[in-house]
């Protein structure tokens, strides 16, 4: 993959800068170490507190989000948890399916979703929840920490959907969505620094993982050394959705197609304690001798 200059942006955000990049440094789409943070509103949980923690509670919920949506409850003894899944089920079939048979029976020969989403495993961020995509409408992948791997790392099941989505259903937009107080994050930015690859325990799946991150980790900890740990992990939440965006177009088959504008690719950031989300799209274009730079374009947020 082509190469074209580095330049560096002034903004702290990682998803906010139109600077062009090359593909295989750290510094992705633009970061400018110790300017005023972007993130306003800074979580309050400890380093150590927080170290390899999957789910960490929201301490503060605004007001206009306390509702009084109805939200599965912690089982009576002797209560069946799958009655409550049951009754959910036939009102999706009584409400949903059968409202729209003409759709789900055509869903059900074949399906043709325009978009793929990569999303972090984290139950507070489903995607087809948050941005309401309905079935037939996005390929989805989650795992810890939404990350992709790059086209070279060995097989994972996040890299066979991604060869099913692009190859055979040929969706048009890849969707990678980060999210705030991601424990995956906060996993990979608990790691040492010199801690590589050899050096991990081959019994911790998650470090083993979330360590593919580990140029968002550098960049972060780089761009955002003078903040606080937690402003960290958020540079590193947007940084890291970065690092995906441009592992994508290490994959030959995903470069060609946003090559030739039949694919793109955007990056996506839900803030779960302010309900907000940010949206960018990755600007390709193709330079002379080969080489090609990428840029942020279209970022907007949606509050
Ligand atoms: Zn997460």
Not at 64 to 70: A, D, G, P, W
Request: glycine residues 4%; contains cysteine.
């Amino acid at each position: 993959m082509a190469i074209v200059s580095s330049i560096m942006s002034t903004s702290v955000d990682p998803s906010s800068s139109r600077i062009c990049v090359p593909h295989n440094t750290e510094k992705i789409f633009g970061n400018n170490a110790k300017s005023k943070p972007t993130y306003p509103r800074f979580c309050t949980s400890s380093r150590r507190d927080a170290k390899l923690r999957l789910a960490v509670s929201s301490s503060r919920v605004p007001s206009k989000l306390i509702h009084e949506e109805k939200h599965m409850t912690s089982p009576k003894k002797g209560h069946d948890v799958f009655e409550e899944i049951k009754h959910r089920f036939l009102t999706f079939k009584k409400d949903k399916y059968m409202e729209n048979l003409e759709r789900f029976q055509s869903l059900a020969k074949s399906q043709s979703p325009k978009f793929m989403v990569v999303a972090c495993a984290d139950s507070r961020v489903c995607p087809s929840a948050i941005l309401g995509f309905q079935p037939g409408e996005a390929f989805t992948v989650r795992n810890i920490a939404n990350i992709v791997p790059t086209y070279e790392s060995g097989p994972s099941e996040t890299k066979a959907a991604l060869e099913f989505a692009v190859n055979s259903v040929q969706v048009e937009n890849i969707l990678v969505v980060g999210h705030s107080r991601c424990g995956g994050i906060r996993a990979l930015m608990t790691m040492d620094d010199d801690e590589t690859e050899e050096d991990i325990d081959s019994r911790s799946f998650i470090k083993n993982w979330v360590v593919v991150g580990k140029t968002a980790r550098s960049t972060s900890k780089s761009a955002a050394s003078g903040l606080s740990f937690d402003q960290q992990c958020q540079h590193c939440e947007k940084e890291s959705v970065n690092c995906s965006l441009r592992n994508l177009l290490s994959y030959p088959w995903i470069e060609e197609r946003v090559k030739n504008r039949t694919l793109s690719i955007h990056g996506g950031y839900y803030d779960f304690t302010e309900c907000t989300f940010e949206k960018w799209t990755v600007d390709y274009q193709e330079r002379s001798c080969g080489e090609s730079k990428i840029s942020v374009k279209d970022r907007s947020i949606w509050k």
